[in-house]
Nanobody
Framework: VQLQASGGGLVQTGGSLRLSCAAS????????IGWFRQAPGKEREGVSL????????FYADSVKGRFTISRDNAQNTVYLQMNMLKPEDTAVYYC?????????????WGQGTQVTVSS
């Protein structure tokens, strides 16, 4: 049972990357998913969030208008499309899934994927 983040890499300023967060061993269908990032020497920060239904999304001000979160429950995967990348977007990106109902809570962190934006 795990989340697998992938899609990171090295890109120039202004470029694009698409991160994927794939679940194995469980269904993402009832999980809200968030993307977080952590740059060297900085605290982990929330980047984007999507509800389990996909009807609600949230973006940090720093990425609003440039990043888009989406989900494909049939593929058991959540995506983060990152456009117009800036050097300050350089960080390790993590996905996080959580599910909660009375009497039951489940949460998982994926391993990080490195995003490096060169100036």
């Amino acid at each position: 049972v795990q989340l697998q983040a992938s899609g990171g890499g090295l890109v120039q300023t202004g470029g694009s990357l698409r991160l994927s967060c794939a679940a194995s061993g469980f269904s993402l269908h009832y999980y809200a998913i968030g993307w977080f990032r952590q740059a060297p020497g900085k605290e982990r920060e929330g980047v984007s969030l999507i509800s389990s239904s996909g009807d609600s999304t949230f973006y940090a001000d720093s990425v609003k208008g440039r990043f888009t979160i989406s989900r494909d429950n049939a593929q058991n995967t959540v995506y983060l499309q990152m456009n117009m990348l800036k050097p300050e977007d350089t960080a390790v990106y993590y996905c996080y899934g959580w599910f909660s109902r009375p009497g039951l809570t489940r949460e998982y962190w994926g391993q990080g994927t490195q995003v490096t934006v060169s100036s």
